[in-house]
């Protein structure tokens, strides 16, 4: 019979249909993978997979058997969670995805505190856009992911965290006056930065700016914040930042960082997991972590009126 450890590297190799980036999902060498999937074959009587040069397919006989295995493995975590909850409160690992203009402003507060309230947690973090992080969590290679709101699958649940808003950043060395509070009119268009494609801070721009087309922005992104501020800092151009980010950037970089006029934009944060997981509580006490950091960084009025000066904020 086949033990836990084949069944979980022939789903990824399923998942991957590529040994190379099959064995890295599962963090072992590929001739160990290889090695292994070559065991199942022998146990199962036949070839799971077709190999080749140029890509990998799995046969009729690895077809038939991946919707048991699959069954097998949930089955298998679900029981994992129930021992996790029986110990208490976000007593064993958890695997968390963050959204990268998250993550770094995020990270620092979250984990001294984690480690305060919750010292036998082992927390495992990864940084990388939503919709490669939906794709891992929905594959159970993650347990949870911090993100914006909304995203629409019946197969998440969900919790909001905080709420996020946005301002108008430039260099403090910039000639162009721009009017404090701002209005949504009054950002120009022809000098906005963005985050390359694929992240969703980029889209929550264009829809605030009210952009019917990308024609008219400056053709050129960053794939980070910290280097997206950087750029803005050295009169590249202006961008939209998170109030998440303005003490942590404000402070390393020339900036002059201005609000919008009114009801200001934001975007809702939100922690989201599988449905079926039995991790709610665990969940529950990790977002409530996340509320509590997210008070480190709210800026007030005094604080808005400096950075609108060009002054930082303390970090």
């Not at 162009?176 to 509070?181: K, Y």
């Amino acid at each position: 019979m086949f033990t836990t450890r084949q069944m979980r590297y022939f789903d990824a190799l399923a998942t991957a249909l590529h040994f190379r980036k099959a064995a890295e999902m599962v963090h072992i060498s590929q001739p160990a993978l290889s090695a292994q999937i070559a065991e199942m074959e022998t146990l199962a009587g036949g070839p799971l997979f077709e190999r080749s040069q140029r890509r990998v397919i799995m046969t009729e006989l690895g077809k038939s058997l991946l919707p048991g295995i699959k069954t097998i493995l949930d089955e298998l975590q679900a029981l994992e969670e129930t021992a996790a909850q029986s110990r208490g409160l976000l007593q064993s690992q958890l695997r968390l995805g963050i959204i990268p203009t998250v993550a770094p402003y995020l990270v620092p507060v979250l984990l001294p505190l984690l480690r305060e309230r919750h010292p036998s947690l082992h927390l495992h973090l990864r940084e990388s856009v939503t919709a490669k992080l939906i794709e891992e969590l929905l594959e159970g290679d993650i347990d949870a992911v911090v993100a914006a709101i909304p995203i629409e699958d019946n197969r998440l649940a969900s919790l909001k965290l905080f709420d996020d808003r946005f301002l108008i950043a430039t260099s403090s060395n910039d000639h162009t006056v721009l009017a404090s509070p701002m209005t949504q009119d009054d950002v120009a268009l022809d000098r906005l930065l963005l985050l390359e494609e694929g992240h969703c801070m980029r889209d929550q721009a264009l829809e605030i700016c009210s952009l019917p087309s990308e024609r008219q922005l400056v053709k050129y992104g960053a794939t980070s914040m910290t280097t997206l501020l950087q750029m803005v800092s050295h009169g590249m151009g202006l961008t939209l930042i998170p109030e998440i980010a303005v003490r942590a950037e404000a402070g390393r970089t020339q900036m002059r960082i201005v609000p919008f006029e009114g009801n200001q934009p934001q975007r809702e944060i939100g922690l989201f997991w599988r449905r079926q997981s039995r991790r709610r509580k665990d969940f529950q006490a990790l977002a409530d972590c996340i509320i509590e950091s997210a008070a480190s960084w709210k800026l007030d009025g005094r604080e808005i009126a400096a950075l609108s000066t060009g002054q930082t904020v303390p970090g």
